[in-house]
């Protein structure tokens, strides 16, 4: 497996799903979801997770995910342990004067904003252990209380900082996870340095600044005969949009040096991921978006329309009969929960299939291995047991597929 010059050739990754697999398990879990009360995601979670990883291939060879529904329910279980005196927390802060509750909201936030830190090292962790290629496994060693403490302080100087010290903290994060992983016996290394970083953050930094205020100066011309058109917010959404490319292209920037400063021993990864087709990625996301919330809109309307129609009488629309109906029809209330919850399924559907797929799909094919031949005398290691699972993380809403 070698190039006529003698190097090695570089094996690419490999991702075999389509979007139809994903969307029919999508939503066969969700339609599970309403009946068991939410619990069966941690079965969605796992099948999703063993999609993602057996159609992802390495050389021929797929990952495996070995985690189980029932690991993530007990992480789930022992996190409520946390979050049950949160709760009782909040119910008290709400009896007190606005000063102490405005004062305590924010003492919780800083203490999740720290737990949210050990709770990603943790979900990395789980993860990691319970995922194998060619029948060796992977982990992850360091302090998920070193990692919290570690994002904590990066992320006082990056407020302090406006913004600025970023790089640093992503380098230094980045670095952190990568020396603390393995694959089997043998230890992942990572060349990483902020100086990779500087300077695309900062002329993104500039950039978005630079529209910012041009799109505030506009929009505040707009405002100068003190009357607010339609037409005055056309400047700031061209300048979201703009943000949003710019904030996609230094992201495209960071992942692809990033991952590409990872090795293993000889094995060395290389990962491409440019910004157009991130940006791509989210155009698809929004069509895909609108076009759902517009039939769900359509077919809410005509339920609607024909459950409480007299409130439509006439042609217009009264908000009392229409109250009326949904104080005394429990079908008309129903009705009104059950298009609620479609309309989350729809957003969650549509982010996972285009933004959580494609972000997926976009890493796999930008990413290529070299001296992927040197792993093959690597010895594997027992499985981390002591993972019960990555509830917090769940509970926090910041853990991945």
């Not at 002329?203 to 339609?230: D, E, K």
């Not at 495209?252 to 990625?281: F, I, K, N, W, Y």
């Amino acid at each position: 497996m070698v190039w006529d010059g003698g190097q090695e050739r570089p094996v690419p990754v490999v991702f075999t799903g389509t979007r139809g697999e994903l969307g029919g398990m999508l939503l066969r879990g969700y339609l599970l979801l309403v009946p068991t009360i939410g619990l069966y995601r941690f079965w969605l979670t796992t099948w999703k997770r063993r999609f993602y990883w057996s159609h992802t291939e390495i050389d021929g060879d797929a990952l495996e995910y070995t985690g189980n529904a029932i690991q993530l329910l007990i992480g789930f279980l022992m996190a409520l342990a946390i979050f049950v005196p949160l709760y009782g927390l909040f119910f008290y802060l709400s009896t007190q004067s606005s000063t102490a509750a405005v004062i305590g909201y924010g003492g919780v936030g800083v203490l999740l904003w720290f737990l949210s830190g050990y709770a990603v090292y943790r979900a990395r962790d789980f993860r990691l252990s319970r995922t194998l290629w060619r029948g060796i496994r992977f982990d992850q060693a360091g302090s998920a209380w070193g990692y919290a403490w570690r994002r904590f302080g990066w992320s006082l100087l990056v407020l302090l900082t406006a913004g600025l010290a970023y790089p640093f903290m992503a380098a230094n994060l980045w670095s952190y996870r990568y020396r603390h992983s393995w694959y089997g016996d043998r230890q992942f290394a990572f060349a990483g340095s902020w100086k990779q970083l500087v300077g695309p953050f900062y002329l993104s930094y500039g950039t978005v600044a630079v529209i910012t205020l041009i799109g505030l100066v506009l929009w505040g011309a707009a405002l100068g005969g003190g009357q607010m058109r339609p037409a005055g917010f056309v400047p700031l959404l061209i300048a979201a949009a703009l943000i949003g490319c710019m904030i996609l292209r230094y992201h495209s920037r960071e992942l692809s040096r990033m991952l590409s400063s990872v090795s293993l021993g000889q094995a060395r990864l290389t990962v491409h991921v440019s910004a157009g087709a991130l940006l791509g990625q989210y155009v698809l996301f929004g069509f895909a978006l609108l076009g759902t919330f517009i039939v769900l809109g359509i077919g809410g309307f005509v339920v609607i329309g024909a459950l409480a129609a007299d409130a439509f009488a006439g042609g217009g629309f009264d908000p009392e009969i229409f109250m009326s109906h949904m104080r005394g029809s429990f079908v008309t209330l129903a009705a009104i929960i059950f298009g609620y919850l479609l309309v989350l399924g729809g957003f969650s559907l549509m982010s996972e299939l285009f933004l959580g797929l494609g972000y997926w799909k976009l890493v796999a094919k930008g990413a290529a291995i070299t001296g992927i031949d040197s792993l093959r005398d690597v010895r594997a290691r027992g499985e981390d047991k002591r993972l019960a699972g990555e509830g917090l993380a769940d509970a926090l809403n910041v853990g991945a597929y």
